[in-house]
Structure formats: C-alpha cells, structure tokens
C-alpha cells in the first residue's frame, strides 16, 4: 500500500528565502506525482506533474524533482513572497483514478 | 479562477433534509471525481465517473448518491445526513484517469 509522507508539516520562512519541500513514497512504482497548492478553505490548486519517467519540471520560481528509486520528490521555490503562503500538498498517481495525498506542508513566508 | 464550477459555495443542512451538490466543467474531460476533506487533512477520494459511468466508489455510505447527467455535469445527493459529515467537498476533472486533477473551490457544508 503506497503511503506518503511530507516533511516539515509546517515552515515558516522570511521574503526572499529559497525554500524546498520534501515528499516521501514508499513504492516505486509510481506513474506520477503531482504538486499542488491549497489556500485556506479553497480547492486545490495543480502546480507541476511529473511523469514517472521524467527528472524534473519547471514553472515560474517553481521546480518540483523526482527520484523514484529513493521514493523522493522535493518542490524548490525559489524568491519566496507572501503570496506563496498556503499549504502544499504531493500526490502519488499509480496509473489509476487514485491519488495518494501526503497531508500537506503549511508554507508561511513572512514580509 | 478555476475551470471546475461549484455550487453552491456554503451549504447549511438538517439531518433529514435532502440537498445536492452541483459542479461543472468544460473541458472537454471526461474523468470527474468527488473528494471530502476534513480540517487539516488531505482530500478523501469518494468516488470517480470515467465517460460518465460510475467506476470507483470508495465505499461511502448510501446516503451520499452521486450522479453524472453528462460529460460536463456531475451531482451528489445527501440524505440523512450526520454532523460528522460536515466536511468541504471537492469536485474535480482530469482529461483522461490518470492526468493532472483540476479541482474546483469545493462546497463548505454544515450538518445540524
């Protein structure tokens, strides 16, 4: 059973920082991963989706990697501002309708 | 804004009433999905329609029926409900099963 794991589940950081997220999975086995950002009481927002058989992929100050043989993928952001305060979540796809979640990182970027 | 349309935003409702939760794309998808989240938890896939027929139901109970009129319309029933399913219920779509989840705002719903 696929379980995910995200770590830190809260980070606060000042303006301007570099940060990077981490995500954890625990079968290899993936089809794909994707990132996405929730504000509070909003749906969810996709970010980035990386094919199993993709490194890495880019969007604005953001980059999400993969590396499916350590069960890892990490979302850099990079010149953080307030606006990208909310939280964020990985989810594992197996090549079915499921997602996995992870319970999501709180990001707060302080001005 | 989002592409996936949920209405209505807020929802307020007694344990014998019956309300529906409506939500729309156009897209052109063809794979749309309820979820539940709890405060402080990840969604909770409830159920998924693929060319509009029914293919995952992770088990909910009866008093939640979703229906999917057409490609672009997808509807869940409530009936009896109770308070612990007070929850913000997502809608969302993807182009085919296994592409990128487009969610929309969710209904905030209230069970008294």
């Known amino acids: 059973k696929q379980e995910v794991t995200q770590i830190p589940a809260a980070l606060s950081v000042p303006e301007g920082e570099n940060l990077v997220l981490n995500c954890s999975f625990t079968?290899?086995?993936?089809?794909?991963l994707q990132w996405f950002r929730q504000d509070p009481g909003k749906g969810l927002t996709s970010l980035l989706l990386i094919q199993s058989s993709q490194r890495e992929q880019t969007s604005g100050r953001l980059n999400a990697s993969l590396d499916k043989s350590s069960g890892r993928s990490t979302l850099y952001i990079a010149a953080s501002q307030p606006g990208d305060s909310a939280t964020y979540l990985c989810?594992?796809?197996?090549?079915?309708?499921?997602?996995?979640f992870g319970k999501g990182t709180k990001l707060t970027v302080n001005p | 804004d989002t592409e996936v349309t949920q209405t209505p935003k807020h929802l307020v409702m007694g344990m014998t009433n019956k309300k529906s939760l409506k939500c729309e794309q156009h897209m052109g998808h063809r794979a749309m999905y309820w979820y539940k989240q709890k405060a402080k938890k990840p969604p909770e896939l409830m159920f998924v329609?693929?060319?509009?027929?029914?293919?995952i139901n992770e088990s909910v109970p009866s008093r939640f029926s979703p229906e999917c009129p057409n490609s672009s319309l997808l509807n869940l029933h409530l009936h009896a409900l109770q308070p612990e399913d007070s929850a913000l219920y997502l809608c969302?779509?993807?182009?085919?099963?296994?592409?990128?989840?487009?969610f929309g705002n969710g209904t905030r719903l209230t069970v008294t």
């Open positions: 329609y693929s060319y509009e027929k029914l293919s």
């Open positions: 989810a594992v796809g197996g090549g079915s309708e499921k997602l996995v």
């Open positions: 969302a779509s993807s182009q085919e099963t296994a592409g990128p989840l487009h």
């Open positions: 079968d290899s086995a993936i089809y794909n």
